[in-house]
């Protein structure tokens, strides 16, 4: 576990004297709240009940999940990295357990996201998101967001452990990402989908991110979460399954890695 630690540290410590890392990671979901958010909240304000600033509040969930999806990717690119500059090679030779430094990169990755989503949340809020000011709600969604970064930490890590590629790697991971924040709930309730389209969504793991954090972190969340008629207990079990598949896809890649 200490490996980890020190591993999580490098990366951490390397992303605080790499401000561009962070700040380039930050530019697409802050334009999704600010031009996104407030222009198709200028276009369906006049129709809601509360205004412009309901629809900023409904999609905010929705773009920190795309933030921890993109922290995620990240990761698996710096894990990629490493392999092909043969440093994973330098850290194989060490006296370590091999899957701490997976673990490593990891934990690196889901605190990137964490502080990521945190600028977000905070952007949000500036621009008119109403979030509550209960610690509970916040503690909860920050659990949620924790265990989602992580399962697509993992997904990210086992393609990145799959490949010896950048473009191979971005090329597959796209694939995931953007389709997923549309296949949601996350610009839309599931009331107004299709039914193939509900159907997508349900098995979705955005889906249950971000109702959870509608739930968790929106003043009167229950009432823009109730449209999607998903329970909140189902969100936890669902991102505690998603977090399990992924390290377990990520974990199986590392060892095949290595032979």
Known sequence: MSAAVTLWSKHMVKSIHNQMEMTGMLIQP???????????????????PGGEDIY??????????LTASGGAIAGGSTWLNER??????????????????????????????????LIILIVGIIVGANITSNPLGWMGG???VAGFTLG??????????????????????????????FLSNALYPLETMPTWMRIGALINPTTYVVTGLRYMLLEN????AKVDTIPLWLCFVAI????????????????KSLK
């Open 152 to 181: 697509f930490a993992g997904i990210a890590l086992s393609m990145a452990s799959s490949t010896d590629n950048m473009g191979a790697y971005h090329s597959m991971i796209m694939l995931l990402n953007l389709p997923l924040l």
């Open 56 to 65: 900023i509040t409904f999609m905010l969930p929705g773009i920190i999940a």
């Open 30 to 48: 802050i334009l999704w709240v600010v031009l996104f958010g407030v222009g198709m909240g200028s276009l369906l304000g006049p129709s809601m």
């Open 221 to 224: 969340g229950a009432e823009f």
């Open 240 to 255: 505690t399954i998603f977090t399990a598949l992924g390290m377990w896809l990520a974990s199986s890649a590392f060892k």
């Open 142 to 144: 920050l659990v949620l």
């Open 84 to 117: 092909l500059q043969g440093i994973v090679k330098e850290y194989l030779a060490a006296p370590i357990p091999r899957l701490s430094i997976l673990m490593g990169n990891a934990l690196s990755t889901v605190s990137k996201g964490l502080i990521q989503s």
